[in-house]
């Protein structure tokens, strides 16, 4: 079995990232900071507030406490394959997934050839599977491509990869703060941002955001 701390470093075939960068007073900051930032997805600016971090069991971080931010702005949208593209066009960067030659995917995304020329499972969640020749051209290892794919979040990209990505983009990587502020949207304390936040399910009882339906992880029934 592969051991989990390799998943952690190097698997980020679900894991979307996203950049922030500190908001600036009216006047300050060099135009070549400004220009640093124009890379990449656009960013919303979020306020400065004091919010609730963590909630219940079902949040994944049961216990809470109330974090002060300062304003900052965060991507709107994960960071696509074009952007990526972009990047590494311009930098000549390999990520990791490259330089190990194999990456972490979610069996259920697998060819049958592909799956039966697996490298072993991480132990206790054997359907992340070690892939050969898995990288953000290839998700799902050497018979996929990003064909059609342009405009998908980039896949296969370690905390290495994201550090290096921001820094050409003229960002950063967000916080777990900042990130969990903004995905609450104005709710200040919740499970879900859209109505009173008790419910999975939005108006008109459908499926307010991407989860799971169906018997996991072979079956993807996608009624969200």
């Known amino acids: 079995m592969i051991a989990c701390r390799r998943l952690l470093q190097l698997l980020c075939h679900f894991l979307l990232f996203s950049s922030v960068s500190s908001a600036q007073k009216a006047g300050q900051g060099s135009e070549k900071n400004a220009k640093k930032q124009k890379h990449g997805p656009t960013q919303k600016k979020i306020p400065a507030r004091t919010f609730t971090m963590g909630g219940d069991e079902k949040s994944g971080g049961p216990?809470?406490?109330?974090?002060?931010?300062q304003?900052?702005?965060i991507d709107e949208t994960p960071v696509t394959n074009a952007q990526f593209e972009e990047f590494v066009r311009g930098t000549k960067y390999r990520t990791d997934a490259e330089k190990y030659g194999w990456s972490f995917v979610l069996n259920g995304s697998l060819s049958k050839v592909v799956l039966a020329e697996k490298k072993g499972a991480v132990k206790d969640a054997t359907h992340w599977v070690a892939v050969e020749a898995a990288w953000w051209r290839q998700p799902e290892g050497r018979d996929s491509s990003l064909k059609d794919r342009e405009d998908?979040?980039?896949v296969h990209i370690s905390w290495n990869d994201a550090q290096a990505?921001?820094?050409?983009?003229?960002?950063?990587?967000?916080t777990e703060a900042e990130w969990e502020n903004a995905a609450r949207g104005k709710q200040k304390q919740s499970l879900y941002p859209w109505d009173d936040g008790s419910n999975a399910m939005g108006a008109?009882?459908?499926w307010a955001m991407n989860v799971w339906q169906g018997a996991f992880p072979m079956e993807n029934l996608m009624e969200d």
Do not use: F
Request: proline letters at 8%; aromatic letters at 12%.
């Open 204 to 206: 008109g009882n459908r």
């Open 63 to 69: 216990g809470s406490k109330d974090v002060d931010l």
């Open 165 to 174: 990505y921001c820094k050409w983009a003229g960002k950063r990587l967000p």
């Open 71 to 73: 304003a900052y702005e």
């Open 152 to 154: 998908h979040p980039a």
